[in-house]
């Protein structure tokens, strides 16, 4: 097997941090070479820098034996390098046809010739089956054939040296399983691969060879099938990583949320939450399970007090709470810790300190006649620090813009649990985090289960709600598809369940 | 001893040096000698005691107007109608001075209310349109401003004009005036009234609210990131309508100031330009209150010495005007000389880095 690609001792640096400390790897003909690392761990950097989009501070790269200066992603293009990125860049309003060939258009005279286009897309989409229509239109399709979209249109680049930035990220498990069939056919076909992914699984079922990268630092490259899911976790974190939470047998006690069909709609009046009811009691973990953008932030957005129902009912601890205030859900006694940690969760331009009293500003011992305390505000936010491990090089004040997602996390979930809520509402709670921090945020969620509240945790990550959830709920298009226990189940029923399938069906 | 900046008063210095680098270029360009010219500048606003008690009177509508706007930036709105809630301001507060007989300290404090009233109201009722509406305050903030405008066109002549001319209202008396004897006699005469006082509260009671009160918590809260602040249980749309309010009423104030203290009656037909020279002074200022008042001054001076300048030298007093342009302009952009500082700072500390290692080194051996 040739070598397409090798870079020797790429440095890249920013501002305060090295994201690439001399890495060195090769990407060899016909294989899919995975990229494993924490968040941060300079990965994504790593294949910028061969995709054209950051310059490295030094070192060299080689596409097949020669030398070669990519200085954008036109001259990555020109080399046959291809990438898909975490997020699509598609035109929604056009179809498949015009977005893969914007930008290189065949003409015949004044005219786009979309025909032609359209012809060779479906030869390309039937040689590597991916079941590309040419002619929908992209806001008609599914994240998945985005997806594929997006591989099409490298392909129509005619690239043979393909980058996927974390793929599976948006994908149902099915999809993902048919990604791995269309990865298999492309590396068939002569294409070599570069899968950037922290998730262990995927790398043991697609990938030869993988390169482990650690705080911008090579840590090694591995066969894949020499090595077991937890020496890679090892390789990855620095430590010996445990899988799996512990969690005791607990019963769960009353009702603390109960909700009945409930109707919402969202923006442009669409209907996105069509009637759903279920409850979450005392001492269980609620998992809410779904592929992104099936009514879940609706749901959420509503729960807490920023939307409005259409219909139904909201009980918390038997009261009704469909009209009361996000601040008077607050004191009802529900917490939330937020998918969207920058946007809902803290305000980035003020510090830590300010940011821990964000929902509790207004009390007594943090304020007396319209004036804050600081003095009680720094007490009770170092208090929270350490109680939550959350790592800040400036102490309390330090602004939260400067802390990492990891210690950002912990704050917020110091601040949502030290509330002492009932009710925990946790939408993705462990997004962009890495293994040392996912491990803390999943055992504190348990530890609230343990001291009898209910907490609801809503997650696109499969192996999260399994790991964490006492029942799993699915919803599909706005509506809840079926409750099941996690003992009773299993991730591929609960894959076509989120496909919208009742288990009956399913079964 | 090392000077040491922090970025944002060091984005500001940068932006005035590019400007007054930028006025250099203009005025070496038309012809005239630039060291001439900003010579003369700085000197018709601070050679003697009375030009200096001038700059600091046109400093002082400068600080209600930037004070304003800093003030609804804190909260994420961009108050352009500084301006017409400066007319309204001014013209309740000419209103009360010229038709309610009070002793003087309590004509003054009924003018001083009357004018938040009048400048809050103006600013609040876009607040209030955006809110229930979702009308962006820059957009209802001008038409305000225009409604003012017409407004004190309408009332002026009618109710309050002045004997001999129609197109302004009556000289105020000396109670309602801000003007002092013992100020202007240590001026030596200048415009300069007890308006600087109050503005100079005015950036102490700010500052004060925004950095020690719950208010000011939930405005900057909801300032930086209203989403955020919502998901809190904040009520952002009581709390910009608030925003508003204040920055309306801080402009109204800058009206008192101005038609009671710098002028002695209000003209119709003229929308002040110290309403949108606000915005400079807080763009300046990266709306800090204290910096809303150094940057006043600033401005103030330039104003005060832009005749000298002309008539020492025939250098237009455009230029002057160009050279607060150029400062917007540059602060405004300010992450054009932030990149530059991060450049700088970086290297400084990558040099002081090496030097730990050489000594380090040193050391060991």
Request: aromatic share 8%; with cysteine; hydrophobic share 45%.
């Amino acid at each position: 097997m040739g070598v397409v690609v090798e870079m020797d001792n790429i440095r890249k640096e920013f501002p305060g941090v090295v994201a690439c400390d001399n890495i060195s790897l090769e990407l060899r003909q016909g294989e899919i070479h995975a990229i494993l690392g924490e968040n941060g761990a300079g990965k994504s950097t790593l294949m910028s820098v061969l995709f054209g989009l950051y310059q490295p501070d030094s070192g060299s790269i080689r596409v097949r034996g020669r030398e070669v200066h990519i200085a954008n992603p036109n001259a990555a293009n020109r080399l046959g390098i291809g990438m898909v990125h975490q997020h699509f860049k598609l035109v929604s309003c056009f179809t498949v046809t015009e977005n893969i060939i914007l930008g290189l258009e065949p003409t015949r005279g004044m005219f786009i010739d979309t025909k032609l286009a359209a012809e060779q897309i479906k030869q390309l989409s039937d040689r590597y089956g991916l079941k590309v229509d040419p002619h929908a239109l992209i806001a008609d399709i599914s994240v998945g054939m985005q997806q594929r979209v997006e591989i099409l249109k490298m392909l129509y680049r005619n690239a043979d040296i393909l980058i996927f930035d974390e793929p599976t990220a948006v994908l149902t498990p099915q999809e993902v399983h048919e990604l791995t069939k269309i990865m298999a056919n492309l590396t068939a076909e002569g294409k070599s691969i570069f899968l950037i992914t922290h998730k262990l699984r995927e790398i043991k079922a697609i990938a030869q060879r993988c390169t482990v990268i650690r705080r911008g630092q090579w840590v090694g490259t591995v066969a894949v099938a020499d090595a077991s899911e937890e020496t890679l976790a090892a390789m990855m974190v620095g430590r010996a990583v445990s899988f799996g939470v512990k969690k005791a047998q607990t019963k769960p006690g009353e009702k603390v949320l109960e909700i009945e069909n409930l109707h919402v709609r969202g923006r442009g009046g669409v209907a996105r939450v069509k009637g759903i009811s279920f409850s979450v009691k005392r001492g269980e973990i609620l998992g809410l399970a779904g592929v992104d953008g099936n009514g879940q932030k609706e749901l959420v957005e509503t729960l807490v007090g920023l939307r409005r129902a259409d219909e139904g009912r909201i009980l918390i601890n038997n009261k009704e709470a469909g009209g009361l205030s996000v601040r008077e859900r607050i004191a009802a006694g529900l917490a939330f810790i937020p998918d969207d940690r920058h946007k809902y969760g803290l305000i980035l331009d003020f510090s830590l300190e300010e940011n821990m009293i964000l929902k509790s500003y207004h009390k007594q011992r943090f304020a007396t006649q319209g004036l804050l305390n600081f003095t009680a505000i720094r007490a009770y936010a170092q208090k929270v620090i350490s109680d939550f491990d959350v790592r800040s090089g400036r102490g309390a004040g330090a602004l939260a813009r400067t802390l990492s997602g990891g210690n950002q996390q912990k704050a917020i979930l110091g601040r949502e649990i030290d509330a002492d809520p009932d009710l925990l509402i946790a939408v993705q709670p462990t997004r962009g985090l890495d293994v040392g921090a996912i491990e803390y945020v999943h055992r504190r969620l348990v530890e609230q289960r343990d001291s009898g509240k209910a907490v609801l945790l809503v997650s696109l990550e499969l192996d999260e709600i399994f790991a964490l959830s006492d029942r799993i709920a699915v919803i599909s298009n706005g509506e809840l598809v079926g409750i099941v226990n996690t003992d009773e189940t299993d991730e591929n029923e609960i894959g076509l369940m989120m496909t919208g399938l009742r288990r009956e069906a399913v079964r | 001893m090392k000077l040491r900046l922090s970025k944002t008063s060091a984005v500001s210095l940068g932006a005035i040096g590019l400007g007054l680098f930028a006025g250099a270029l203009l005025m070496a360009v038309t012809g005239s000698n630039p060291l001439a010219g900003f010579w003369h500048l700085f000197r018709g606003g601070l050679m003697n005691i009375e030009r200096f008690g001038n700059s600091l009177a046109s400093s002082t509508t400068l600080i209600f107007t930037g004070l304003s706007v800093a003030f609804a930036f804190k909260t994420g709105l961009f108050n352009i109608g500084a301006s017409g809630q400066m007319l309204m301001g001014g013209l309740l507060a000419s209103a009360v001075g010229l038709y309610v007989p009070l002793a003087r300290p309590l004509l003054l404090l009924a003018m001083f209310l009357a004018a938040s009233v009048g400048g809050g109201a103006w600013g609040a009722l876009p607040g209030w349109l955006k809110v229930k509406f979702n009308v962006h305050e820059v957009v209802s903030t001008i038409m305000m401003n225009w409604i003012a405008f017409w407004t004190v066109s309408y009332v002026v002549p009618r109710y309050l004009r002045d004997v001999f001319l129609e197109t302004q209202s009556r000289r105020i008396p000396a109670a309602a005036s801000l003007r002092t004897e013992w100020l202007t006699e240590l001026f030596r005469g200048s415009y300069i009234n007890l308006g600087l006082v109050l503005a100079i509260a005015a950036v102490a009671v700010v500052a004060f609210l925004l950095e020690r009160t719950v208010l000011g918590y939930e405005l900057k809260a909801v300032g930086h990131n209203k989403h955020a602040a919502q998901a809190a249980g904040i009520d952002i749309n009581r709390r910009m309508v608030a925003s508003m309010a204040i920055a309306g009423a801080l402009a109204g104030l800058g009206g008192f100031v101005f038609y009671a203290g710098y002028s002695v009656n209000i003209q119709i037909g003229v929308l002040p330009a110290q309403g949108f020279d606000g915005i400079a002074v807080a763009l300046l200022a990266a709306s800090s209150p204290w910096g809303v008042w150094a940057a006043a001054t600033f401005f103030g001076i330039l104003h005060t010495g832009k005749g000298f300048m002309t008539a020492m030298t025939g250098i237009p007093p455009t230029i002057a005007d160009a050279i607060i342009a150029t400062i917007i302009y540059f602060a405004a952009t300010g992450v054009l000389i932030e990149n530059v500082w991060d450049r700088y700072s970086k290297r400084h500390e990558q040099r002081a880095a090496r030097r730990r290692r050489v000594d380090l080194e040193q050391g060991v051996k």
